[in-house]
Structure formats: structure tokens, C-alpha cells
């Protein structure tokens, strides 16, 4: 009589890859997760692949930062890298390739700055030649994730002309300006070094906003559409699932993570009954897709 059932195939798994060989750096704050080098992320890959995860997306931690972010087009850069090794091992594995400045720049924003400010339009055409080189390299799905007005469109139009028509782009649509992703930063060692991420990102008291922006991005070409954080914009995911007839996922980002592990932690709830918990009401929500740090546990959990 269940209604709403939990399969791995919609679980995509978020991967850090970071410069060396035989490096596999814990990550403090989220427990079980680490910082893979290009040779140690196989053995991630392998393992989501035989638990039947529908994806991995790959975050990158270059050798250097400049104000450009030019390791985040380089063709030889950490991600491209890692995708090519990838798709070598498994050809099969959908691979996602997040899409942002913010582990690329000496200043930490998702944009190019110009005194106190992002510029908007030069970032964008830096996204677009980024999704190419991204694609290039085998990704076969680009995710920006930098909220830049019109980077959908100037990412759609970067990869049709460097011709590859058929990379998809799942945008994230609505990404709030959450305070859940002080883990992430840890891991892809991104904080901004001065300022916040305000401008670009959303308003946490805002539901409307995120249905212009959903709307802006299906004109621009997107393929699907994301609400990052989950759990605390689930009637946001609600709204934008029941608007629009593409595929609309949550990313369940690293501090709703972390809590239910240091919770589990402290004795005060039940890991897997907690997790798996949210991850349904995720789904129930309206999320077609979702990107979890759970992604293996749960996995295995439903497997048994």
C-alpha cells in the first residue's frame, strides 16, 4: 500500500576529486566521505555502480586558484581528468560534472569579480566555454551550479557550438543562500574569502522567486530542474515539480547530512530509519532525482 518507494536508480552520488595519486583524504565533517584522486574515485565509481546509482557528480579541487578560475576550463584540468578516467573504467555510469567557479577562484566566489561585485556577463561566457571543455571530456551531463543570470542559456549555446547538442544541463534552479552548506565547504575547500554569496543566490524567505527562475531556465534550454537545499524548501520542490513537465530533482545538500549523522552519532535517533525517512520525503515531495551523501548507505540499506 506504500505510495512513494526509494530505488537506488534514483540516487546520484557526489564525488570530490582532488590532485595526487593514492590519496583518499577523509572528509571531517561529513563522516564516510573523502577527497579522491583520479586513481582512488574508481573505487568509488565501482562500488556505485554495483549498488545501482543512478549517477556520480564530480566536484574538483585543482593544484592552483586564480581570479579566473582557469583550471576550470583547462582540458587537463582535475575534473576533466577524472571524467575521462570515468567514463574509461564505466563507459555506462552516468557522469555529472558540477559547474562553478567557487573551487577554481584565489577569492572563493562563483564568479569573476570586479571590485566588490561579480560580473555577471563575462562569468557566463566562462561557463559556457567550461561546459564545453567539460563535455569534451565526457561528462554527460553539465550542473551550474553558480546562479548567474542567463547561465543556462550561455551554457546551451557554449555546448551546441563546440557541437555537443545532446550534453544535457540540469540547472539548479533554486539554490538558496543556505547556512546547510558549511560541510560542502570543507570538502571543496571553497569559502569565500571576503563577502557572501547573496547577490547570486536566493532569498530563504522566498517560494515565488523560485518559479520565475525555474521559468528563465526552461526558455534558456535547460533539460532538468533542481532545488538545493531539500529538506527545508521541500514546498519550493512541491511547487516547481507540479509547474513544469521537466524532470525536477532535490539535492539534499551536506549539513542535512551531517545532522542526521552526528544526531545517529550522539544515540539520539536511528541512522538508517532517519535518513531513509528523509530521503522519501524528498521523493514524495515532487523529486524525480535526488543528490544525497546517503546515496551508498541507502542503497545498500533498500538492497537488504
Same mark, same amino acid.
Given at each position: 500500500?506504500?505510495?512513494?518507494?526509494?530505488?537506488?536508480?534514483?540516487?546520484?552520488?557526489?564525488?570530490?576529486?582532488?590532485?595526487?595519486?593514492?590519496?583518499?583524504?577523509?572528509?571531517?565533517?561529513?563522516?564516510?566521505? =573523502?577527497?579522491?584522486?583520479?586513481?582512488?574515485?574508481?573505487?568509488?565509481?565501482?562500488?556505485? *555502480?554495483?549498488?545501482?546509482?543512478?549517477?556520480?557528480?564530480?566536484?574538483?579541487?585543482?593544484?592552483?586558484?586564480?581570479?579566473?578560475?582557469?583550471?576550470?576550463?583547462?582540458?587537463?584540468?582535475?575534473?576533466?581528468?577524472?571524467?575521462?578516467?570515468?567514463?574509461?573504467?564505466?563507459?555506462?555510469?552516468?557522469?555529472?560534472?558540477?559547474?562553478?567557479?567557487?573551487?577554481?577562484?584565489?577569492?572563493?566566489?562563483?564568479?569573476?569579480?570586479?571590485?566588490?561585485?561579480?560580473?555577471?556577463?563575462?562569468?557566463?561566457?566562462?561557463?559556457?566555454?567550461?561546459? *564545453?571543455?567539460?563535455?569534451?571530456?565526457?561528462?554527460?551531463?553539465?550542473?551550474?551550479?553558480?546562479?548567474?543570470?542567463?547561465?543556462?542559456?550561455?551554457?546551451?549555446?557554449?555546448?551546441?557550438?563546440?557541437?555537443?547538442?545532446?550534453?544535457?544541463?540540469?540547472?539548479?534552479?533554486?539554490?538558496?543562500?543556505?547556512?546547510?552548506?558549511?560541510? =560542502?565547504?570543507?570538502?571543496?575547500?571553497?569559502?569565500?574569502?571576503?563577502?557572501?554569496?547573496?547577490?547570486?543566490?536566493?532569498?530563504?524567505?522566498?517560494?515565488?522567486?523560485?518559479?520565475?527562475?525555474?521559468?528563465?531556465?526552461?526558455?534558456?534550454?535547460?533539460?532538468?530542474?533542481?532545488?538545493?537545499?531539500?529538506?527545508?524548501?521541500?514546498?519550493?520542490?512541491?511547487?516547481?515539480?507540479?509547474? =513544469?513537465?521537466?524532470?525536477?530533482?532535490?539535492?539534499?545538500?551536506?549539513?542535512? =547530512?551531517?545532522?542526521?549523522?552526528?544526531?545517529?552519532?550522539?544515540?539520539?535517533?536511528?541512522?538508517?530509519?532517519?535518513?531513509?525517512?528523509?530521503?522519501?520525503?524528498?521523493?514524495?515531495?515532487?523529486?524525480?532525482?535526488?543528490?544525497?551523501?546517503?546515496?551508498?548507505?541507502?542503497?545498500?540499506?533498500?538492497?537488504?
Amino acid at each position: 500500500m506504500r505510495e512513494t518507494r526509494l530505488d537506488p536508480g534514483e540516487f546520484i552520488l557526489p564525488l570530490f576529486v582532488r590532485p595526487g595519486r593514492g590519496e583518499k583524504r577523509a572528509i571531517s565533517s561529513m563522516p564516510g566521505h =573523502f577527497q579522491y584522486s583520479v586513481d582512488e574515485l574508481a573505487t568509488a565509481a565501482d562500488e556505485a *555502480a554495483r549498488l545501482g546509482i543512478g549517477a556520480v557528480i564530480l566536484f574538483g579541487l585543482p593544484e592552483t586558484k586564480d581570479a579566473r578560475a582557469s583550471g576550470a576550463w583547462a582540458d587537463d584540468g582535475i575534473v576533466q581528468r577524472a571524467l575521462k578516467a570515468l567514463k574509461d573504467r564505466r563507459p555506462g555510469l552516468l557522469a555529472i560534472a558540477d559547474l562553478c567557479f567557487c573551487e577554481y577562484t584565489d577569492h572563493g566566489h562563483c564568479g569573476i569579480v570586479r571590485g566588490d561585485s561579480i560580473d555577471n556577463d563575462e562569468t557566463v561566457e566562462l561557463y559556457g566555454k567550461t561546459a *564545453a571543455s567539460l563535455a569534451r571530456a565526457g561528462a554527460d551531463v553539465v550542473a551550474p551550479s553558480g546562479m548567474m543570470d542567463g547561465q543556462v542559456g550561455a551554457i546551451r549555446a557554449g555546448l551546441d557550438g563546440a557541437g555537443f547538442p545532446e550534453t544535457a544541463i540540469l540547472a539548479y534552479t533554486a539554490k538558496y543562500a543556505s547556512a546547510f552548506y558549511g560541510p =560542502f565547504r570543507d570538502a571543496a575547500e571553497s569559502p569565500p574569502k571576503f563577502g557572501d554569496r547573496k547577490t547570486h543566490q536566493m532569498d530563504p524567505g522566498n517560494a515565488r522567486e523560485a518559479l520565475r527562475e525555474a521559468e528563465l531556465d526552461v526558455r534558456e534550454g535547460a533539460d532538468m530542474l533542481m532545488v538545493k537545499p531539500a529538506l527545508p524548501y521541500l514546498d519550493v520542490l512541491r511547487a516547481v515539480s507540479e509547474r =513544469f513537465d521537466l524532470p525536477v530533482g532535490a539535492y539534499s545538500v551536506s549539513g542535512e =547530512f551531517s545532522m542526521i549523522k552526528a544526531a545517529s552519532r550522539n544515540g539520539w535517533l536511528d541512522e538508517k530509519e532517519a535518513a531513509l525517512e528523509a530521503l522519501a520525503a524528498i521523493k514524495r515531495a515532487g523529486a524525480r532525482f535526488i543528490l544525497t551523501y546517503y546515496a551508498l548507505e541507502a542503497a545498500r540499506w533498500l538492497g537488504k
